[in-house]
């Protein structure tokens, strides 16, 4: 089993940075990805961007490309979400998720599936007004 934490969400303007973090406990030799997924009121939950965990690829929404920026500590057990340049439809309750389940060089495509993860934090809430 493998607890996620997250931290780092709240209420910031439009144009601004948040920084957000997710910390795994427990059996963190087991995974292959990491990501972060987020879902915003009436909407459903949707891929923002996933790292492979013993690698270096990374994979990232379209909507995000060039603002967000994904990282891994293999130390620390610890994955970033570094988000640049905030607008109000980012906002949403961010999710950091993790896998067992995919390959040690998980595809592209496979990363941003969210049925291929079987472990998720409980969420921070990111707000960005204008």
């Known amino acids: 089993q493998v607890r996620l934490v997250e931290s780092g969400g709240g209420l910031v303007q439009a144009g601004d940075s948040l920084t957000l973090s997710c910390t795994a406990s427990?059996?963190?030799?087991?995974?292959?990805?990491m990501g972060w997924f987020r879902q915003a009121p009436g909407k459903e939950r949707e891929f923002v961007a996933a790292?492979?965990?013993?690698?270096?690829?990374?994979n990232y929404a379209d909507f995000v490309k060039s603002r967000f920026t994904i990282s891994r500590d293999i130390a620390k057990d610890t994955v970033s979400l570094q988000m640049n340049s905030l607008k109000p439809e980012d906002t949403a309750v961010y999710y950091c998720a993790a896998s067992s389940r995919l390959a040690t060089v998980p595809t592209a495509g496979a990363m941003s599936n969210r049925n291929n993860y079987n472990y998720w934090g409980q969420g921070t809430q990111v707000t960005v007004f204008s």
């Open positions: 427990g059996a963190t030799f087991s995974l292959s990805a």
């Open positions: 790292h492979n965990w013993r690698g270096r690829s990374t």
